[in-house]
């Protein structure tokens, strides 16, 4: 891969495959050091993984605020360790109590979680408290206390209803656990829960239906097409406004400094706090600027190009 190769990748994340090893496979794929991931993704799990790579590494951490879109299925009566039918099991209900729950009384409270509420994170998560992993902690069979986090559902529909197993489409915010939704959702019924499976079908602006397996990123970079599926990072702020520097504004952006409306090709008011694509008379993208209203002056947000 050529290193000028900066930018955004959709890739489908298949099952038995850690985030991390996908992004070691497309180092191997590419032939390039620089890559990294928006946001793990559980082994057991498939879907939407945006990967960075080169000057896009820098999306990495502004990505991570992506909402996201989740199918998950359900079982109900039975809860486990990991919260998802991998672990061990806890407790189970019989089946004649989980098929006496009406289809209304399931679709409600699932439906009573869409919304804000303060979810704990699960034990067996990369979360760390005083610098170890909880997973570690949990393959001890230790169980601390974890302070909740505030997690915003956006969406939430149940799709499909086979009792014991319960199809939804989950539209969520950053940090929340869907393994734990699910487990919440159980205990709210009183029959308890686990996440049988799940399938990320979009973040952000990347849906599952636009994603790459590693096997057709490997046929492509043999026919030497990898970078024609790679996104540049300004694409990614397409919904905000570009800017051409002129000549007296070229160097203060090659050098990462601030600007002034004076060294813009075209004299245009902004809003206080707006954010902007900057570019040179050549087109080329170099960072993302907000404008101070008090100093009026743009200030650099995210670099991606300098020098000349």
């Excluded at 090893?21 to 799990?45: F, N, Q, S, W, Y």
């Excluded at 990505?63 to 991998?86: C, N, P, S």
């Excluded at 206080?272 to 600027?289: H, L, T």
Aim: aromatic share 6%.
């Amino acid at each position: 891969m050529n290193s000028m190769c900066n930018g955004i990748m959709n890739v489908y994340k298949e099952k038995g495959f850690t985030s991390h090893d996908v992004v070691a496979r497309l180092r191997g794929i590419c032939r390039m050091k620089k890559i990294g991931h928006t946001g793990t993704l559980d082994p057991e799990a498939v879907g939407v993984l945006p990967v960075c790579f080169g000057s896009g590494t820098k999306l990495c951490d502004m990505l991570t605020g992506w909402d996201k879109e989740y199918i998950a299925v359900m079982r109900l009566g039975i809860v486990t360790d990991t919260q998802d039918m991998t672990g061990k099991i806890l407790s189970q209900c019989s089946a004649e109590t989980v098929n006496a729950l009406s289809e209304k009384t399931v679709r409600d409270n699932v439906m009573a979680f869409e919304g804000v509420y303060d979810q704990i994170p699960p034990m067996y998560s990369a979360l760390k408290v005083n610098g170890r992993k909880l997973y570690e902690l949990a393959r001890t069979g230790r169980e601390i206390e974890r302070a909740p986090r505030r997690v915003h559902i956006e969406e939430i529909e149940v799709q499909s209803l086979n009792i014991p197993y319960v199809t939804m489409r989950i539209v969520c915010s950053k940090g929340t656990y869907i393994r734990t939704l699910c487990h919440d959702i159980g205990a709210r019924l009183g029959c308890g829960a686990a996440m049988e499976s799940l399938v990320r079908s979009r973040v952000g602006i990347f849906r599952i239906e636009d994603a790459l397996k590693l096997s057709e990123l490997e046929r492509l970079q043999e026919e030497d097409k990898i970078s024609d599926v790679i996104i540049p990072p300004d694409v990614i702020f397409a919904k905000d406004r570009a800017v051409t520097v002129n000549e007296h504004g070229l160097k203060p952006l090659q050098n990462g400094n601030c600007l002034t409306s004076g060294q813009l090709t075209e004299q245009t008011c902004f809003a206080d706090d707006e954010q902007v694509r900057v570019y040179d008379s050549a087109g080329r993208f170099y960072g993302i600027y907000g404008y101070s209203g008090d100093e009026k002056i743009l200030r650099p947000v995210k670099m991606f190009l300098s020098g000349n």
